[in-house]
Nanobody
C-alpha cells in the first residue's frame, strides 16, 4: 500500500502562488499515475490535475488550466502542484492520489491511494 503525504498548503492572497508537494512511499512510485483532487466546503471532491508515470502526459480541469502545473520527480518520489494566479474559488482541501494503472479517467474511483489532504485558503 502506497502512503501519500501532502504539504505546502496555507493562506495566500488572491493572485498569489503556492506549491503543493506530495511525498510517496514505495519502490514503484515511478510506475504510478498521480493526480490532485480538491474539495471545497459543502462541495464534492473534484479532479484538478493528473500526470502519467513518465511525466510526459498531463491533464487539467478547465478551471485551473493555464494557472496550475503538475510535475513529478521520480528520483525523489514526489509529485508537485504549482498553483499561480490563485482565486478565492481555489480555496479547498487538496488531496494527492495515485494508481498503479495507466491514467485514463478523472474520477475518484480510478485512484486507489489517497493522502490526508492539505488546506489551501485564498483570500480576496
Amino acid at each position: 500500500q502506497v502512503q501519500l503525504v501532502e504539504s505546502g498548503g496555507g493562506l495566500v492572497q488572491a493572485g498569489g502562488s503556492l506549491r503543493l508537494s506530495c511525498a510517496a512511499s514505495g519502490r514503484t512510485f515511478s510506475s504510478y499515475s498521480m493526480a490532485w483532487f480538491r474539495q471545497a466546503p459543502g462541495k464534492e471532491r473534484e479532479f484538478v490535475a493528473a500526470i502519467n508515470w513518465s511525466g510526459r502526459s498531463t491533464d487539467y480541469a478547465d478551471p485551473v488550466k493555464g494557472r496550475f502545473t503538475i510535475s513529478r520527480d521520480n528520483a525523489n518520489n514526489t509529485v508537485n502542484l504549482q498553483m499561480n494566479s490563485l482565486k478565492p474559488e481555489d480555496t479547498a482541501v487538496y488531496y494527492c492520489a495515485c494508481t498503479a494503472f495507466p491514467y485514463t479517467r478523472r474520477t475518484e474511483t480510478a485512484f486507489g491511494s489517497w493522502g490526508q489532504g492539505t488546506q489551501v485558503t485564498v483570500s480576496s
